[in-house]
């Protein structure tokens, strides 16, 4: 509780409908018996937290009034409420930010695939504050230990690395797969770093940027890099693809939600193959529909994850995953909004934006 004392004020990121990001004050949340107080000590910005500043949307979620960003942190428990069982004052954690219904009532809970939950309140998601702040009360359920050896800022990045593990998982990937990921940002990349644990081999990777794909290159040398470029026919990005990969995909982890990029997938898909999009974009999209079906590909997707941070907690415990070379920029709680300008402007070529707060 020491530092409660020695930083008594809850700052916070918060955007609004007119698009005004700026850091304000709240209060320091009461805890209910099942929650945890938490410092939150470090905070990957997300995509997603720049396209609700930017466009004040995502599809159907909608920023509507003041609301708090970030949902991808990790930090140290300061308090806990009187029925937590398993955490003690000091233990560091992972925040899971999907807090689904819990209730025995829903399909999706009571099944496991509680990302479906349509009562889940995901911190950061419109309505609901994200943790992007000093101080946040978690429920106990939706925290996961994090050990001595493994950082704050990995502990954050856990969340992008549980999106690609969830994709992974649903998509079958297997041992000497030969796989295309398109899109070299954090998701790609935490895709790249996982598929290379699960044994694919080859891997391409594509990107518009040469930034990235040195990034890929440096992460894991052994994968092989193709430079997209705008406007470029997909049929002939496709062909590039398989050049490099030597053979057809079997599986293709799309990363962009981009439309040509996912033709590109999908052309560059051997037949029976799969295309598993994880990347999110328009509404509506063309799909090469005669393509896919005389080719018998699978067109699959993602939404957000469940039951994965545990095992991506261990998959960096292990030194299976090192997730430390994607932060690209560090910033101070207190620096929020120049965070986020760095997250957002292309020229600063950031690649994962940290928020820290000692
Ligand atoms: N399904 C989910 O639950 C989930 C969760 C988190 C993020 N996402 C989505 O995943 C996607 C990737 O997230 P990110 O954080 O890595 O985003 P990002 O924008 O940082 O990265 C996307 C990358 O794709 C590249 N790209 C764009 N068009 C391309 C093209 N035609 N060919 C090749 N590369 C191209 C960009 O240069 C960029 O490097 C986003 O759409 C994001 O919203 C989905
Ligand atoms: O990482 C999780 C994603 O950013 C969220 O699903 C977001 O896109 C919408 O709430
Ligand atoms: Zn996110
Ligand atoms: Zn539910």
């Not at 509780?1 to 709240?26: F, G, Q, W, Y």
């Not at 889940?120 to 998601?125: A, E």
Request: glycine share 8%; net charge negative; proline share 6%.
């Amino acid at each position: 509780m020491e530092v409660l004392s020695k930083k008594p004020i809850n700052l916070a990121v918060h955007t609004s409908p007119d698009h005004d990001l700026r850091l304000v004050e709240c209060e320091i949340p009461e805890i209910g018996p099942y929650d945890c107080l938490v410092h939150v000590r470090a905070s990957g910005i997300c995509g997603s937290d720049v396209h609700f500043w930017k466009h004040g949307r995502i599809g159907p979620m909608v920023v509507t009034g003041d609301y708090g960003l970030g949902h991808e942190s990790a930090g140290v428990i300061l308090k806990v409420g009187d029925s937590v069982t398993r955490f003690k004052p000091g233990d560091r954690v992972a925040l899971e930010c999907g807090v689904p219904c819990s209730k025995p009532t829903c399909f999706y809970c009571r099944t496991g695939r509680y990302n479906a939950c349509p009562d889940v309140v995901f911190f950061s998601t419109p309505p609901y504050n994200g943790v992007l702040r000093r101080y946040h009360a978690h429920p106990e359920a939706w925290l996961h230990k994090l050990p001595d050896h493994v950082s704050f800022e990995e502990g954050s990045l856990v969340e992008p690395l549980s999106v690609a593990l969830a994709g992974i998982d649903r998509s079958g990937l297997r041992l000497a797969d030969p796989l295309v990921i398109c899109g070299a940002g954090p998701i790609g990349l935490t895709s790249l770093l996982a598929a290379n644990a699960a044994g694919a081999e080859p891997i391409v990777i594509t990107d518009l940027d040469e930034g990235r794909l040195a990034k890929a290159k440096e992460l894991i040398p052994r994968a092989r890099t193709v430079l997209v470029e705008k406007g470029q026919d997909s049929k002939a990005i496709a062909a590039r693809i398989v050049e490099q990969l030597g053979q057809e995909a079997k599986l293709v982890l799309e990363c962009t939600g981009v439309e040509s990029s996912i033709h590109s997938g999908i052309y560059a898909t051997r037949f029976g193959g799969s295309v598993f999009v994880i990347g999110v974009g328009k509404d509506f999209q063309n799909i090469p529909f005669m393509h896919l079906s005389t080719n018998e590909i699978d067109l699959k997707f993602q939404y957000r994850y469940h039951d994965v941070y545990p095992k991506a907690i261990s998959l960096v415990a292990a030194g299976m995953v090192d997730l430390k070379p994607l932060v690209s920029h560090r910033f101070k709680l207190e620096e929020g909004v120049e965070a986020f300008k760095a997250a957002s402007t292309p020229t600063a070529k950031a690649i994962k934006v940290q928020i820290l707060d000692e």
